[in-house]
């Protein structure tokens, strides 16, 4: 990464300017976690570093890092603004922001530091460990486009990126989700906010998505983190996977729901945010504004079967 010291740091964002669904796609990199030795261990961050004696300008510190950590070469790179964050010291370090922007698959970059690259859109940072700073930026950077500019390159949709990949990989998101069932059957369900992104007003089981962390800890730290409910590892079972879309041209998603025999608290709002109520509903009378891909899956629980599809043409 170069230079760390609390001195002017050039942080390239690795921006598309492209669209899925009017919402552009920022590259962030998950960096190693050596505390003490790096800027925000463990965290999603940028690609960039501090300036060398050898960099004639800031300009030169950020191709030289996009270089060096991922032989990233972006032809346009304009300053987007200049930042502020606190180092271990509690120093503060002044961040030189650069935009660009690049058309390609982050797995197949040549990556020197740091764990993985991967493309997320501003609605997805909230689930990532992540300075407020960083996400703020995104944010605001995502904000600044024209309402309807079209990409000029970049991932537009998941459509191009199919055609981008050479064998026309699409990368799936992972959730998990809890099928809680009680001894006299029912089923603990929860009813998202009214101002949810995903599904409004409508019942779902207790799901998440996966961070840094393997399916079953994701699992038991959004049932803590959403209902205060805690699971052990040795009571969880894998009962059902569904292999979905929710509308054409989305993301595909692959569901894993497992069911714990055991586990200890009851239901609670703990991301009133989120859902406003949890109740357990009897599988045979569930809710009308139920999400169609959990209805399937219930159903299919209790009918014993593995897998399901839904959403993917016929």
Excluded at 37 to 45: A, D, F, L, N
Excluded at 75 to 90: I, N, Q, V
Excluded at 91 to 102: E, K
Excluded at 161 to 180: A, D, E
Aim: one cysteine or more.
């Amino acid at each position: 990464m170069g230079d760390t010291s609390p001195q002017v740091r050039a942080k390239p964002v690795t921006f598309t300017v492209g669209k899925h669904d009017d919402r552009g796609e920022y590259l962030l990199h998950l960096r190693d976690y050596f505390p003490g030795r790096i800027w925000e261990p463990g965290m999603w961050s940028l690609l960039g570093g501090g300036r060398e004696p050898q960099d004639a300008t800031l300009e030169h510190t950020v191709r030289r890092e996009l270089a060096e950590e991922a032989g990233l070469d972006i032809a346009d790179l304009t300053p987007f603004g200049t930042e502020y964050a606190t180092d271990d010291a509690g120093a503060t370090v002044p961040i030189a922001i650069y935009a660009g922007r690049w058309n390609g698959d982050p797995r197949e970059l040549h990556l020197t530091e740091g764990v993985m690259l991967a493309w997320f859109t501003p609605d997805d940072l909230h689930r990532l460990r992540i300075a407020d700073t960083t996400s703020d930026l995104a944010r605001r950077h995502a904000a600044s486009r024209p309402a309807g500019t079209a990409p000029q390159s970049g991932l537009s949709s998941h459509e191009e990126c199919r055609s981008t990949s050479p064998h026309g990989t699409v990368l799936n998101v992972i959730g998990v989700h809890l099928y809680l069932e009680r001894p006299d059957g029912t089923v603990l369900l929860g009813l998202r906010h009214p101002d949810s992104p995903f599904v409004p007003s409508t019942w779902h089981v207790l799901a998440g998505h996966c961070e840094q962390e393997n399916a079953i800890a994701c699992l038991i730290r959004e049932a803590r983190e959403e209902a205060g409910l805690h699971i052990k590892r040795q009571d969880v079972e894998l009962v059902h996977v569904v292999h979905h879309i929710d509308k054409a041209g989305d993301r595909p998603r692959m569901g894993l729901f497992f069911r714990t025999r055991t586990w200890s608290g009851e239901p609670e709002l703990r991301e009133p945010d989120k859902c406003t109520q949890w109740r357990f509903w009897d599988p045979v009378a569930l809710p009308d504004n139920l999400v169609s891909y959990t209805r399937v899956a219930i159903g299919k629980i209790q009918n014993g079967e593995l897998y399901s599809e839904t959403g993917w043409p016929a």
